[in-house]
């Protein structure tokens, strides 16, 4: 198992295990701490937080198996769709959509994955 320390929250951002990448949960937050909100906006910038995340260990958006979002506002299930839609082409990974109270630092969405272990030589 290996995975990689954030210095400023005590978990991984992905730890690779069993041939799979475990990302922590990503949010829409810019590097200095912003939260980008507004629907469409805020999942792009969710999204580039899980790619980073993955980068951590040479994960790929191309691997993903599994992707959940968690959502503070079940209506924004359609702004998912619509995410999910132009990131990939079929067969698309698995794919669920939580209805949450609240995310950390007032944020709108969270994204929670399983991604396909890099291969290494």
């Known amino acids: 198992m290996s995975g990689v320390s954030d ?3 005590p978990y991984s951002p992905a730890v690779v295990a069993g041939g799979l990448v475990f990302v922590s949960g990503s949010l829409p937050l810019l590097p200095d701490g912003t939260v980008v909100k507004g629907g469409r906006a805020a999942f792009d910038a969710a ?3 899980l790619k980073e995340r993955m980068a951590h260990v040479g994960a790929r958006l191309e691997d993903m198996v599994k ?3 968690f959502v503070t506002d079940i209506s924004l299930r ?3 769709n619509d995410q999910f839609i132009d990131l990939w082409a079929h067969p698309r990974p698995a794919r669920t959509v939580v209805g949450v109270a609240e995310l950390p ?3 709108e969405v969270e994204l929670d994955a399983v991604v396909r272990a890099p291969v290494t030589s």
């Open 7 to 9: 210095s400023n929250h």
């Open 47 to 49: 999204v580039e937080n």
């Open 67 to 69: 992707l959940t979002y």
């Open 78 to 80: 359609d702004v998912a």
């Open 105 to 107: 630092y007032g944020c």
